[in-house]
T-cell receptor
Framework: GAVVSQHPSRVICKSGTSVKIECRSLDFQATTMFWYRQFPKQSLMLMATSNEGSKATYEQGVEKDKFLINHASLTLSTLTVTSAHPEDSSFYIC??????????????FGEGSWLTVV | GEDVEQSLFLSVREGDSSVINCTYTDSSSTYLYWYKQEPGAGLQLLTYIFSNMDMKQDQRLTVLLNKKDKHLSLRIADTQTGDSAIYFCAEIERGATNKLIFGTGTLLAVQP
């Protein structure tokens, strides 16, 4: 089946630094990718919709200058957490929609990335 | 708005059936999904159902959809310890964005 890969799976960074998380669709093209954040024992919160070749659409309450999203190709979207703080520590998950498929079962999720800011 | 609600916790014995329930509010959802999340991992799509269906069966999984009551359920037959995980239902947001709206998640604990 289709695979979405995230990298890194775990990252620890110092407070004030920036960290980049990559989301790749390995065997399909995705014009749209989604970035979610998940706090421990909670559901997924959609942060933004990443559109290939255009600006991302951010959900209400999500700081676009803090969470930079770039979707430069049909197989890669990146999320950069700028000037990270401990409260940004979380599990970040991306998903991608298969351009070639219909709606039904064509939204695939990455394995997630654990970010710890110390 | 779109709110998808689930009970937080379910405990069953190995070999029994598990039923995880979900209620949603957006009656225009075309597809509804069930995802499984094991500790520290991403989401695995288990199954999905189109809104014009009442039931879908896939091996040990049975999905029931009651559109009138906006109620979705996932039944796992012969539950195994490997089924222990958090289960999320999700619906597609109205419009062409294909954004998924997730439920609150149900932690399934399977006792040996």
């Amino acid at each position: 089946g289709a695979v979405v890969s995230q990298h890194p799976s775990r990252v620890i960074c110092k407070s004030g630094t920036s960290v980049k998380i990559e989301c790749r669709s390995l065997d399909f093209q995705a014009t749209t990718m989604f970035w979610y954040r998940q706090f421990p024992k909670q559901s997924l919160m959609l942060m933004a919709t990443s559109n290939e070749g255009s600006k991302a659409t951010y959900e209400q309450g999500v700081e676009k200058d803090k969470f930079l999203i770039n979707h430069a190709s049909l197989t890669l979207s990146t999320l950069t957490v700028t000037s990270a703080h401990p409260e940004d520590s979380s599990f970040y998950i991306c998903s991608a929609r298969d351009l070639a498929g219909g709606i039904g079962n064509t939204i695939y999720f990455g394995e997630g990335s654990w970010l710890t800011v110390v | 708005g779109e709110d998808v609600e689930q009970s937080l916790f379910l405990s069953v014995r190995e070999g029994d059936s598990s039923v995880i329930n979900c209620t949603y509010t957006d009656s225009s959802s075309t597809y509804l999904y069930w995802y499984k999340q094991e500790p520290g991992a991403g989401l695995q799509l288990l199954t999905y159902i189109f809104s014009n269906m009442d039931m879908k069966q896939d091996q040990r999984l049975t999905v029931l959809l009651n559109k009138k009551d906006k109620h979705l359920s996932l039944r796992i037959a012969d539950t195994q310890t490997g089924d222990s995980a958090i289960y999320f239902c999700a619906e597609i947001e109205r419009g062409a964005t294909n954004k998924l709206i997730f439920g609150t998640g149900t932690l399934l604990a399977v006792q040996p």
